[in-house]
Antibody
Framework: EVQLVESGGVLVQPGRSMKLSCAAS????????MAWVRQAPTKGLEWVAT????????YYRDSVKGRFTISRDNAKSTLYLQMDSLRSEDTATYYC?????????WGQGVMVTVSS | DIQMTQSPASLSASLGETVTIECRAS??????LAWYQQKPGKSPQLLIY???SLHTGVPSRFSGSGSGTQYSLKINSLQSEDVASYFC????????FGGGTKLELK
């Protein structure tokens, strides 16, 4: 059974940093591109970033480019999202997902609140 | 950037009814479209990919169709467990979601 378990969410002040993790199990992690998708409270879904199987290729939405870094450790079957210079508009539930095109499987999500 | 416009934003239907949700892309996305279901307080789940392919384990009352810029999700014989929000997503050029449709029971 595919399992994706996010961690690291917390309340953080604007301008500070935070790192999210996603522990994967139940599938061959190194064979799957991975992504982060977020959802602001009572809002829709928004793609954030995608990473290739090796980690050699990464893609970001414009609003997080230069501030967020997606990475992965295939030996640990773990996906990461380093978030720097956080803004209030980054407040959302962040989901870890599998897939390069559509998103097959999703974690339970982790809440990130950016507020002073 | 490709924009995805979903309609209606909300929908109320009766048990057993057939429901259709529409999604329009700002340009041709060549069937690079997926549909997701998100129940209250839960993570989204993939229903349909490649515009009309049913994801593993999804009931056959769900179906997808369309081409070019116009796509739709149909739910036949609405069940109580279908109460949820539904989102379309294009993956032809990067990744963009529609605004969502909240489906409630009448």
């Amino acid at each position: 059974e595919v399992q994706l378990v996010e961690s690291g969410g917390v309340l953080v002040q604007p301008g500070r940093s935070m790192k999210l993790s996603c522990a994967a199990s139940g599938f061959t992690f190194s064979s799957f591109p991975m992504a982060w998708v977020r959802q602001a409270p009572t809002k829709g879904l928004e793609w954030v970033a995608t990473i290739s199987t090796s980690g050699g290729s990464t893609y970001y939405r414009d609003s997080v480019k230069g501030r967020f870094t997606i990475s992965r450790d295939n030996a640990k079957s773990t996906l990461y999202l380093q978030m720097d210079s956080l803004r209030s508009e980054d407040t959302a539930t962040y989901y870890c997902t599998t897939g390069a095109l559509y998103f097959d499987y999703w974690g339970q999500g982790v809440m990130v609140t950016v507020s002073s | 950037d490709i924009q995805m416009t979903q309609s209606p934003a909300s929908l109320s239907a009766s048990l057993g009814e057939t429901v259709t949700i529409e999604c329009r892309a700002s340009e041709d996305i060549y069937n690079g479209l997926a549909w997701y279901q998100q129940k209250p307080g839960k993570s989204p789940q993939l229903l349909i990919y490649n515009a009309n392919s049913l994801h593993t384990g999804v009931p056959s009352r769900f179906s997808g169709s369309g081409s070019g810029t116009q796509y739709s999700l149909k739910i036949n014989s609405l069940q109580s467990e279908d109460v949820a929000s539904y989102f379309c997503q294009q993956y032809y050029n990067y990744w963009t979601f529609g605004g969502g449709t909240k489906l409630e029971l009448k």
